[in-house]
């Protein structure tokens, strides 16, 4: 019917690239950074050199290498039993897991990751469709909000995690795994340590994002009725109240 059309073509994509030149939408655009808070954590993998000095002056070298998400108990220091400084070693791994940190983190910078991506869909194809109901700035504003959220307690947690996953891998760290070197005659020292660089962005771009989204959510309740109402309210300058007739 000439009724379902209308309805259809009312509701029906609408490629409109002004949003994009606008804050609501030019935002979106900058969340997509989102994509390298993440992918500076996952795609992480590195490797510790342990020197281990003998009483007798000999030296040995031990390999600690690991990867996300950073299950450090999975990781070997010792892979099989072995002789070191002249002593039997059993098969030992590393200490900690930061595994539930990382992938929280990651999870919720893959999730803000698609949902910009349909934001930024509908702002570009359906913003007419947008700004005539009231449930399309509402949801998208209480998501908004649950996301500056998420980016916070992601982002603390993957902080911690990190830190220790550096205190795991450390000298100290290290030294207290191995028991062969708690012995009176016998040093431990990592001489190398895998470079965090990218691990450490990961968590500045996290609080960055954080505050992204946040800049964003104050442009999306601008398009709520909760705004509109708030701001038709407020008397004009030239307006007075007219008495009531008595």
Known sequence: SEVSQRAIMMTGFRLNLSPLKEP????????????????????????????????????????????????????????????????????????????????????????????????????????????????GPIFDFVITAIVVFLWLVCSSAWAKGLQNVKSATDTEGISGTLALCKGSNITCEVTEFANMRTLNISVVFGYLNMLVWAFNAWFVYKETRWHSRKFSSQPGPGRHQVPAPI
């Open 24 to 135: 609501i939408g030019f935002v979106k655009l900058v969340e997509w950074v989102t994509i390298f808070a993440f992918g500076c954590c996952c795609g992480f993998s590195g490797k510790n050199v342990i020197s281990i000095l003998c009483g007798d002056g000999s030296n040995e070298t031990l390999n600690a290498m690991y990867q996300y998400p950073f299950r450090l108990s999975q990781f070997p220091l010792i892979d099989k039993n072995t002789t070191l400084c002249n002593q039997s070693v059993t098969t030992t791994h590393m200490m900690g897991d930061s595994a539930s940190s990382a992938e929280f983190f990651v999870g919720v910078g893959i999730i803000c990751f698609l949902y910009s991506m349909a934001a930024l869909l509908v702002y570009l194809g359906y913003m007419h469709v947008y700004k005539d109901s009231d449930f």
